[in-house]
């Protein structure tokens, strides 16, 4: 799996949008992008995923550069119970998911 | 909706013991994976499992062994515990579909193991 580069921490203001950024470099052209989020206390929980185009759920949105080297992860409208670590995750055509290093969101009230 | 179950939640070993994890997908899920979450650490892939024949390995400790049941429960045998296997360990299961990189999978509440 590609590796990805994720800021180590972002801090947002609740009711406010929060862009995620992720940049994985090596992506290969049959990898798909997934993004899963662990709150405190948590098992990982499955935020979105996409391939080539922007792809949208209750969730969030993900945005996915031209070049498939980056992408962003989007919440419209930050809560404090989206405090979590978010982790952007290249996977191939195998069934784990490698989770390097998230980034930590804190939302402040 | 239901969910992944693991049991138990809290599990306390000694030293050289052995101990075993047990874990309910959510029904109709076919895969089954484990993953070790360490202090301060992210979740590291141990292994899954696909209608029952083991589908992926990742950095498993020969020490543990894990299988899946017809039931399609699966559970985590670890023996010989070392001080360093103390950790979250975590369940999760998807749905039949094309398999691999497009799976969704879903998380258990894991089970956190602490070995004395």
């Known amino acids: 799996d590609a590796k990805t580069t994720q800021p180590n921490s972002m801090e947002s203001n609740e009711e406010e949008p929060v862009h995620l950024p992720c940049n994985h470099s090596t992506i290969s052209g049959t990898d798909y992008i997934h993004w899963y989020r662990q709150l405190p206390s948590q098992g990982p929980e499955y935020v979105i995923h996409?391939?080539?185009s922007n792809v949208n759920n209750r969730m969030a949105s993900l945005a996915i550069a031209e070049d498939r080297k980056s992408s962003t992860l989007i919440l419209h409208r930050a809560t404090l119970r989206d405090a979590a670590v978010y982790y952007c995750?290249?996977?191939?055509?195998?069934?784990?998911?490698?989770f390097g290093k998230g980034t930590l969101l804190t939302v402040n009230p | 909706a239901a969910g992944v179950i693991q049991s138990p939640r809290h599990l306390i070993k000694e030293k050289r013991e052995t101990a075993t994890l047990k874990c309910y997908p959510i029904p109709r899920h076919d895969t089954v994976y484990w993953y070790q979450q360490g202090p301060g650490q992210d979740p590291q892939f141990l292994i899954s499992?696909?209608?029952?024949?083991?589908?992926d390995k990742g950095s498993i400790p020969d020490r543990f062994s894990a299988q899946q049941f017809s039931d399609y429960h699966s559970e985590l045998n670890m023996s010989s515990l070392e001080l360093g296997d103390s950790a979250l360990y975590f369940c999760?299961?998807?749905?039949?579909?094309?398999?691999?990189?497009?799976?969704?999978?879903?998380f258990g509440p894991g089970t956190r193991l602490t070995v004395l």
């Open positions: 995750i290249c996977r191939g055509s195998n069934y784990k998911l490698t």
């Open positions: 999760a299961s998807s749905p039949p579909g094309f398999g691999g990189h497009t799976d969704t999978q879903y």
């Open positions: 499992f696909y209608e029952k024949m083991q589908s």
């Open positions: 996409g391939l080539t």
